[in-house]
T-cell receptor, first 113, second 114 residues
Framework: EAGVAQSPRYKIIEKRQSVAFWCNPI?????LYWYQQILGQGPKLLIQ????????DSQLPKDRFSAERLKGVDSTLKIQPAKLEDSAVYLC???????????FGDGTRLSIL | SQQGEEDPQALSIQEGENATMNCSYK?????LQWYRQNSGRGLVHLIL?????REKHSGRLRVTLDTSKKSSSLLITASRAADTASYFC??????????????FGQGTILTVHP
């Protein structure tokens, strides 16, 4: 089966600019996750979707980050405006449902200048 | 916040040797999972152990869980150069909207020399 697809792979922007990341989960996977992974650390969950509804966004900085999952398939994560501390790899993962293991994409590496 | 803490932070061994990584956590869990991450890639799920299980095997991997000590270990036997990667434990906490919500540790960087 095809894996989780993410784009772009790399993005360089200046602080205060906006950026968007795209994720296409594995077909049929109801649950989708966005993680932020800062260099040298483990991933931190930003938001969890079940189909097109939000299950958990308690760690999403909602003043600057937003995410949506239209029609319960693809998802986008947006940062507006970006800060220097947002430099990280943004990982998308999906699973058949909430209790199944998660499958990760290769992420988008974001650098803020 | 990081729920799990891995130990050691880095581990360097020769091919053929065994590698043991440990993970400690703070709150009651439904399950604990181990993931591998190769440089520049996403995480790959290795094994899941539920809170009522004490040991689980998968190929060259052996995972133990001690809920009384809130700790787990991952043993990789007969390591290969291809096992070189970062290894993360992740816990799913009990209660609330926690189903599927994983909290990852900082990871152990494993280097296996040919």
């Amino acid at each position: 089966e095809a894996g989780v697809a993410q784009s772009p792979r790399y993005k360089i922007i200046e602080k205060r600019q906006s950026v968007a990341f795209w994720c296409n989960p594995i077909s049929g996977h109801a649950t989708l996750y966005w993680y932020q992974q800062i260099l040298g650390q483990g991933p931190k969950l930003l938001i969890q979707f079940q189909n097109n509804g939000v299950v958990d966004d308690s760690q999403l900085p909602k003043d600057r980050f937003s995410a949506e999952r239209l029609k319960g398939v693809d998802s986008t994560l947006k940062i507006q405006p970006a800060k220097l501390e947002d430099s990280a790899v943004y990982l998308c993962a999906s699973s058949l449902d909430e209790v199944q293991p998660q499958h990760f994409g290769d992420g988008t590496r974001l650098s803020i200048l | 916040s990081q729920q799990g803490e891995e130990d050691p932070q880095a581990l360097s061994i020769q091919e053929g040797e065994n590698a043991t990584m440990n993970c400690s956590y703070k709150t009651s869990i439904n399950n604990l999972q181990w993931y591998r991450q190769n440089s520049g890639r996403g995480l790959v799920h290795l094994i899941l152990i539920r809170s009522n299980e004490r040991e689980k095997h998968s190929g060259r991997l052996r995972v133990t869980l001690d809920t009384s000590k809130k700790s787990s270990s991952l043993l990789i036997t007969a390591s290969r150069a291809a096992d070189t990667a970062s290894y993360f434990c992740a816990t799913e906490k009990v209660g609330g909207t926690s189903y599927g919500k994983l909290t990852f540790g900082q990871g152990t960087i494993l280097t296996v020399h040919p």
